[in-house]
């Protein structure tokens, strides 16, 4: 059992106070007095009990008997704690009492002292009491088992009483803690501790990384190495940064496997640490330069170190330097390459990059050089893909999806392109493109023989039946030959296609089956032989005759339609032509130039409207062999439209005045 020295100390407690055995009220001064009075106390109550008097009444109050008298007293003595000046807690072998000094009543009073005590609890315990005190914030510890290192709980001790401990007694315990744990060679949780026991002593924290340092184990201490608030020397962080380098390639080198491995073309040290602690710390912890050159070295080492590599990238970007940073993403293939220049807009700096772009990623390279056209000219672009057409193709093809007019001064040059790398988008571009020349294309595609590309550029150019005669000689396709037929709706090439099939028998079948809607039958079923069989001629003639009788009903109903439009077009033109035409006092009469309307409205008078709105008075109205005379012959139109007036008049469609309306 630990044994542990019970110290007293003042409670407060205004009265209660042992001598002999005896509770008396007046304490002493002094704390050293007072503890060894305590002990003599404890000693003589250990062998009879607890006798506790009344110094005021002069009386003994109450005598608290030893429960167990098996227990020497000298090994279990009793302890003693005032709670507050009437608590008294009791502590003897395993058992506790709590003491309560009351009052009496008067009435009770009679012979008996003024006060009493009463046994408020008691309780067992599992063990052994060796000192009781009340519950606070101070923990002392006066001494413990030497076999057994304590300083884990002397620290968490000293930090539960930090506010009655002074600072440099805390941090003495603390470094007392970090150095049994390195002596015992517990390194990472020795690192750990210096966190919370350095705080922001930025001498201290220099101080154990040199103690690290000494004893190999910089790699320990470096995740928990302050970086704000305190910072320390750029010394410091530089000293880890090269034990990361140094170490890692050591451990590579001393590996069995090493020679091995650097015969392969995947070999990479690791250098995890190295890097890890790069893309954690802030740059401005150390000198940048300084590391940038102590990986330059190592490189030298192994140049296709992709760790390496990737974390000097890093240090570049940090240090403002992109150009280098991008051409080692770019020898990476990395996935960020292209979130670097957009970031920091590096488009003059991947003008002469642009081939390793794309061998990258040519999607995503050429979707960026064509959102930013106006940063690296599709001139630029063409110019440095010259070498790679593969390439150029690719770029060229984008541009020509999202502008066909953007690019034109690369149409030709797109035939080629297209013809090498990507024939099915040939067609599609030939037909889309406005700016292709059809001869150079013609050429290319007769030299590769393209048959398909061929038959559309001479329809094109005009050369329709050069075109089907192609592709029923080489295609030999009779539904290609209808259907291009049917496109260029041209009766002669109609006659070209049924002289070419008449002595095929599969062509017939193939035109008896389409040709029923454009061109008349009857012209074909001519001009098949007598005896030559034909396949699926009975299926062919029924076919014509159900395609003669639906353009028979087509026909029948758009003449009903025909007819019913006009029908409803003639009476909507005779509602209008019924209604009136409104007449007022700003018409004039078209013959005399005078209104048309008499300022008397109490006169008689006639007008003539025509649906034109030209108005007469009727008086005024010209006869038509009276009209050249009246306007003369120098107004040709206007005699042709007042004839044309007067007609319509003859023909019932004017209107008469007021009088007449």
């Known amino acids: 059992m630990r044994k542990w020295a019970h110290q007293s100390w003042d409670t407060g407690i205004n009265g209660w106070h042992h001598e002999d055995a005896r509770t008396v009220r007046g304490r002493p001064t002094n704390r050293t007095d007072r503890?060894?009075?305590?002990?003599?106390?404890?000693?003589?109550?250990?062998?009879?009990?607890?006798?506790?008097?009344?110094?005021?009444?002069?009386?003994r109050i109450t005598n608290v008997p030893r429960d167990d008298i098996s227990l020497r007293p000298d090994m279990y003595p009793c302890s003693l704690c005032w709670k507050d000046s009437v608590t008294l807690i009791i502590g003897w072998g395993t058992s506790v009492k709590i003491c309560s000094v009351k009052e009496r009543h008067a009435s009770e009073m009679r012979d008996l002292p003024s006060r009493y005590v009463e046994i408020v609890s008691q309780f067992e315990t599992e063990f052994y009491i060796s000192g009781l005190a009340p519950l606070c914030d101070q923990l002392v510890v006066l001494s413990y088992v030497k076999e057994v290192?304590?300083?884990?709980?002397?620290?968490?001790?000293?930090?539960?009483?930090?506010?009655?401990?002074?600072?440099h007694k805390i941090l003495d315990i603390g470094l007392a803690y970090i150095n049994h744990l390195v002596d015992k060679g517990d390194y990472d949780i020795a690192a750990r501790k210096c966190q919370k026991i350095l705080g922001k002593n930025a001498a201290l924290w220099e101080y154990e990384v040199y103690k690290f340092k000494e004893i190999g184990q910089l790699k320990a201490i470096s995740p928990y190495l302050p970086r704000g608030d305190p910072v320390l020397k750029p010394l410091i962080y530089e000293m880890i940064l090269h034990e990361f380098l140094e170490s890692d390639y050591e451990h590579c080198l001393s590996s069995p496997d090493f020679t091995q491995l650097k015969e392969c073309s995947v070999f990479s040290p690791l250098f995890q640490g190295f890097a890890t602690l790069i893309r954690e710390w802030?740059?401005?912890?150390?000198?940048?330069?300084?590391?940038?050159?102590?990986?330059?070295?190592?490189?030298?080492?192994?140049?296709?170190?992709?760790?390496?590599l990737k974390t000097l990238a890093e240090l570049y970007t940090y240090d403002k330097n992109y150009g280098n940073a991008l051409e080692i993403y770019l020898t990476l293939r990395h996935k960020d390459v292209f979130q670097l220049i957009h970031k920091h807009n590096l488009f003059s700096s991947i003008k002469d990059k642009i081939v390793l772009l794309m061998d990258f990623d040519s999607e995503k390279a050429v979707d960026m050089l064509l959102d930013n056209e106006d940063?690296?000219?599709?001139?630029?672009?063409?110019?440095?893909?010259?070498?790679?057409?593969?390439?150029?193709?690719?770029?060229?093809?984008?541009?020509?999806?999202?502008?066909?007019?953007?690019?034109?001064?690369?149409?030709?040059?797109?035939?080629?392109?297209?013809?090498?790398?990507?024939r099915p988008n040939l067609l599609p571009f030939l037909r889309d493109s406005t700016h292709c020349p059809l001869e150079k294309a013609l050429e290319i595609c007769q030299q590769r023989n393209f048959v398909e590309e061929t038959v559309y550029l001479l329809s094109r150019m005009g050369n329709s039946r050069s075109a089907l005669k192609m592709i029923m000689e080489e295609l030999h396709d009779v539904d290609?030959?209808?259907?291009?037929?049917?496109?260029?709706?041209?009766?002669?090439?109609?006659?070209?296609?049924?002289?070419?099939?008449?002595?095929?028998p599969p062509f017939i079948t193939g035109l008896l089956n389409n040709i029923g809607t454009h061109v008349d039958p009857i012209l074909l079923i001519h001009r098949i032989k007598e005896g030559m069989e034909i396949p699926n001629l009975?299926?062919?003639?029924?076919?014509?005759?159900?395609?003669?009788?639906?353009?028979?009903?087509?026909?029948?109903?758009?003449?009903k339609i025909?007819?019913?439009?006009?029908?409803?077009?003639?009476?909507?033109?005779?509602?209008?032509?019924?209604?009136?035409?409104?007449?007022?006092?700003?018409?004039?009469?078209?013959?005399?130039?005078?209104?048309?309307?008499?300022?008397?409205?109490?006169?008689?008078?006639?007008?003539?409207?025509?649906?034109?709105?030209?108005?007469?008075?009727?008086?005024?109205?010209?006869?038509?062999?009276?009209?050249?005379?009246?306007?003369?012959?120098?107004?040709?139109?206007?005699?042709?439209?007042?004839?044309?007036?007067?007609?319509?008049?003859?023909?019932?469609?004017?209107?008469?005045?007021?009088?007449?309306?």
């Not at 106390?41 to 009386?59: H, L, M, P, W, Y």
């Not at 259907?483 to 260029?488: I, L």
């Open 35 to 59: 503890a060894k009075e305590q002990q003599q106390r404890e000693k003589k109550a250990a062998e009879r009990g607890v006798k506790i008097f009344d110094i005021t009444s002069k009386q």
């Open 149 to 167: 290192s304590e300083k884990t709980e002397a620290l968490m001790a000293a930090e539960i009483s930090q506010k009655n401990i002074k600072r």
């Open 282 to 308: 802030p740059g401005d912890l150390y000198n940048n330069s300084v590391i940038v050159q102590a990986v330059s070295d190592h490189l030298k080492k192994d140049s296709q170190n992709r760790t390496l």
């Open 375 to 422: 940063k690296i000219s599709i001139k630029k672009v063409v110019e440095e893909l010259e070498n790679r057409p593969e390439l150029q193709h690719v770029y060229l093809h984008k541009l020509f999806k999202r502008d066909h007019h953007k690019g034109q001064r690369y149409h030709e040059k797109q035939i080629s392109l297209y013809a090498e790398y990507d």
């Open 480 to 504: 290609k030959a209808i259907e291009f037929a049917k496109e260029q709706d041209d009766g002669e090439l109609w006659e070209d296609l049924i002289l070419y099939s008449i002595d095929k």
């Open 538 to 559: 009975r299926d062919s003639l029924v076919k014509i005759l159900q395609d003669y009788n639906l353009q028979i009903l087509l026909r029948e109903g758009c003449k």
């Open 562 to 661: 025909l007819v019913a439009d006009s029908l409803s077009l003639l009476k909507k033109m005779h509602r209008t032509q019924m209604k009136g035409v409104l007449v007022d006092d700003e018409n004039i009469c078209e013959s005399c130039l005078s209104p048309v309307l008499p300022s008397d409205a109490a006169k008689p008078f006639s007008v003539v409207v025509f649906h034109c709105r030209h108005m007469f008075h009727k008086e005024c109205l010209p006869m038509p062999s009276m009209v050249s005379w009246q306007l003369g012959s120098h107004n040709k139109r206007k005699i042709g439209a007042i004839r044309g007036l007067y007609a319509e008049f003859k023909c019932g469609r004017g209107h008469y005045g007021p009088s007449k309306l």
